[in-house]
C-alpha cells in the first residue's frame, strides 16, 4: 500500500513563503505524476501543480510566478515552494501521486498539510 505523508504547512504573514514535501512510501515498481492540491473551507478540492518524472510541470494560473513544484525521484518526494503566499492561498493542501506498484496501478492521496495566510 502506498501512503503519502506531507510536511511542512504553518502560519505565514501574506507576502511570506513556505515550503511542503510530501513522501511517498511503501512498494512501487514506478512513480509517475506527482502534484498538489488544495482544498479551502466550503471550496472543491482544485489542483496547485503537478510534475512528472521528467521534470514537466503544469501549474494553476493563480499560481503561477508565486509557486515552483519540484520532485526528487530517488526520495519519491514532492516539493512545493510557495513564495508570495496571499491570503486566498491559505487551504488545505494534499499531495497526490500515481504510478505501479505489486497490486498494479495507484493513485494515491495524503492527509494533507494546513497552510494559513495572516493579511
Known amino acids: 500500500q502506498v501512503q503519502l505523508v506531507e510536511s511542512g504547512g504553518g502560519l505565514v504573514q501574506a507576502g511570506g513563503s513556505l515550503r511542503l514535501s510530501c513522501a511517498a512510501s511503501?512498494?512501487?515498481?514506478?512513480?509517475?505524476?506527482m502534484g498538489w492540491y488544495r482544498q479551502a473551507p466550503g471550496e472543491q478540492r482544485e489542483l496547485v501543480a503537478t510534475?512528472?518524472?521528467?521534470?514537466?510541470?503544469n501549474y494553476a494560473d493563480s499560481v503561477k510566478g508565486r509557486f515552483t513544484i519540484s520532485r526528487d525521484n530517488a526520495k519519491n518526494t514532492v516539493y512545493l515552494q510557495m513564495n508570495s503566499l496571499k491570503p486566498e492561498d491559505a487551504a488545505v493542501y494534499i499531495c497526490?501521486?500515481?504510478?505501479?506498484?505489486?497490486?498494479?496501478?495507484?493513485?494515491?492521496w495524503g492527509q494533507g498539510t494546513l497552510v494559513t495566510v495572516s493579511s
Open positions: 511503501g512498494i512501487m515498481f514506478s512513480v509517475n505524476v
Open positions: 497526490n501521486a500515481r504510478g505501479r506498484s505489486y497490486t498494479g496501478a495507484f493513485d494515491a
Open positions: 510534475i512528472t518524472p521528467g521534470g514537466s510541470t
